[in-house]
């Protein structure tokens, strides 16, 4: 998948318990992204950045923070899981010019 | 706030059917793009379109943008089996959002050809 890596691969968490997922990529690029997908409504962006230290809101942010300290890791936070927030996560990157986005292999996540 | 409507979600034909893919919007694009997913990996790009009435053929499949760029098709010849999986249309917001990259995903369609 170009370079991107998600951490973990699966994760079961508790309504209330808190995590973070890791996103890393070694390609230098500028913009990376979070998704999730869910059945029947394709990708919807979460959070995203258009470079180290800037982060923005996307479409569905509410219940999630972002962080991009360094330029190859963006890192998405969970505060206190909820039910609706089982999905499956991507991680996404894209150098600047470019039109692909290059997406890490998602992580799947249930909230009981 | 843009929107993408694919159509349809679900298909299932036998190995050498034709089957066409759409994706609509009352939205204008900077460019529209179809990534092709498989089962438990992230979406690949297949192809960008750029240009209003652009077509683009990769072996069996033909992608069109439309003349206003607002919508796009995917038509896939003489369908098999390794063609199925899961198919999603994503526009770049580029004319609403400046320079960020974002893209909004149609639905997606889920294909199955039977052999």
């Known amino acids: 998948n170009a370079g991107v890596t998600q951490t973990p691969k699966f994760r079961v968490l508790k309504t209330g318990q808190s995590m973070t997922l890791l996103c890393a990529q070694d390609?230098?690029?500028?913009?990376m992204y979070w998704y999730r997908q869910d059945p029947g409504m394709g990708l919807r962006l979460i959070h995203y950045?258009?470079?180290?230290?800037?982060?923005a809101k996307g479409e569905v942010p509410d219940g999630y923070n972002v962080s991009r300290l360094k330029k190859q890791n963006f890192l998405l936070g969970l505060e206190s899981a909820a039910p609706s927030q089982t999905s499956v996560y991507f991680c996404?990157?894209?150098?600047?010019?470019?039109?692909?986005?290059?997406f890490g292999p998602g992580t799947r996540l249930t909230v009981l | 706030t843009q929107l993408l409507e694919q159509s349809p979600q679900f298909l299932s034909i036998q190995e050498g059917e034709n089957l066409t893919v759409y994706c609509n919007s009352s939205?204008?694009?900077?460019?529209l793009q179809w990534y092709r997913q498989e089962p438990g990996e992230g979406p690949v790009l297949l192809v960008t379109?750029?240009?209003?009435?652009e077509v683009k053929k990769l072996k069996r499949l033909t992608f069109q943008f439309g003349d206003a760029r607002k919508d796009s098709s995917l038509h896939i010849t003489a369908a098999q089996p390794g063609d199925t999986g899961l198919y999603l249309c994503?526009?770049?917001?580029?004319?609403?959002?400046?320079?960020?990259?974002?893209?909004?995903f149609g639905q997606g369609t889920t294909l199955q050809v039977k052999p």
């Open positions: 994503a526009g770049d917001q580029a004319l609403i959002t400046g320079n960020t990259g974002k893209l909004i």
């Open positions: 996404a990157m894209k150098g600047q010019g470019d039109n692909e986005q290059f």
């Open positions: 950045s258009v470079g180290e230290g800037t982060t």
């Open positions: 390609m230098n690029h500028e913009y």
């Open positions: 379109v750029v240009t209003g009435g």
């Open positions: 939205s204008v694009f900077s460019s």
